[in-house]
């Protein structure tokens, strides 16, 4: 905490959320098959397009990154980001978070993935004044008034089976309006890919015969 408090709040996103004309469904975390992968921040819509930043994925030994600097995005400040990933295990941590236009601050946002199972932890977070959870349950959702956007959501904890049966945990994830983007803060994805079942024939069609004369 005292390396974080001497680390100088960096305006990741500098000005506010504004609404505008939409814009592509914000893609899915980062799925390389069975690997664990985090990042830190990302975002799509008014916001702007940016791609999940700082990310990591491991297949193999462990992989980590930090970032202290970040100025592609509009309407954040956060003062640290740190990822880790092996293949069964996921971590993002986001310290000193703040969304002015939502007034959603955080000490520290964190989603952790281990083995298929995962969860988010909230330090000191608050919107428009009021705590949340430290721990929230999966799929938490809380309505947030944005200046200039209107009212919108905050999903806490969001937790999403990918096809392939692993597991996306993404601590905050602020949505716009109308499906026009959204916010990703703190994302970890880990577990094992199910084994693809070869795909079955089809089961044959039984074939009418007509009992009749066969002319030449």
Same mark, same amino acid.
């Given at each position: 905490?005292? !390396?974080?408090?001497?680390?100088?709040?960096?305006?990741?996103?500098?000005?506010?959320l504004?609404?505008? !004309?939409?814009?592509?469904?914000?893609?899915?975390?980062?799925?390389?098959?069975?690997?664990?992968?985090?990042f830190?921040?990302a975002?799509?819509?008014?916001?702007?397009?940016?791609p999940?930043?700082?990310?990591?994925?491991?297949?193999?030994?462990?992989?980590?990154?930090?970032?202290? +600097?970040? +100025?592609?995005?509009?309407a954040?400040?956060?003062?640290a980001?740190?990822?880790?990933?092996?293949?069964?295990?996921?971590?993002?941590?986001v310290?000193?978070?703040?969304?002015?236009?939502?007034?959603?601050?955080?000490?520290?946002v964190?989603?952790?993935?281990?083995?298929?199972?995962?969860?988010a932890?909230l330090?000191?977070?608050?919107? !428009?004044?009021?705590?949340?959870?430290a721990?929230?349950?999966?799929?938490?959702?809380?309505?947030v008034?944005v200046?200039?956007?209107g009212?919108?959501?905050?999903?806490?904890n969001?937790?999403?089976?990918l096809? +392939?049966?692993?597991?996306?945990?993404?601590a905050?994830?602020?949505?716009?309006?109308g499906?026009?983007?959204?916010?990703?803060?703190?994302?970890?994805?880990?577990?094992?890919?199910?084994?693809?079942r070869? !795909?079955?024939?089809?089961?044959p069609?039984?074939?009418?015969?007509?009992?009749?004369?066969?002319?030449?």
């Open positions: 905490m005292h !390396a974080f408090k001497r680390l100088t709040t960096t305006a990741l996103l500098a000005g506010g504004t609404a505008a !004309a939409a814009a592509p469904a914000l893609a899915a975390p980062p799925d390389p098959s069975g690997s664990g992968s985090a830190g921040l975002a799509t819509g008014p916001l702007g397009a940016v999940p930043v700082p990310a990591v994925s491991s297949d193999g030994g462990a992989a980590h990154k930090s970032l202290l +600097n970040e +100025n592609r995005l509009k954040v400040r956060a003062s980001l740190n990822v880790d990933a092996t293949p069964a295990n996921a971590r993002s941590n310290a000193g978070l703040a969304v002015p236009t939502a007034k959603l601050m955080a000490n520290a964190t989603a952790t993935c281990h083995d298929g199972q995962g969860g932890h330090t000191q977070a608050t919107v !428009a004044g009021k705590r949340l959870d721990t929230p349950p999966p799929n938490t959702t809380v309505p008034d200046e200039g956007v009212r919108t959501s905050l999903v806490l969001k937790q999403q089976r096809p +392939n049966g692993r597991l996306a945990v993404t905050m994830q602020l949505n716009l309006p499906g026009k983007g959204a916010l990703r803060v703190a994302s970890a994805t880990c577990g094992r890919a199910a084994a693809q070869p !795909a079955e024939a089809p089961a069609k039984p074939v009418k015969h007509h009992d009749l004369p066969v002319t030449g």
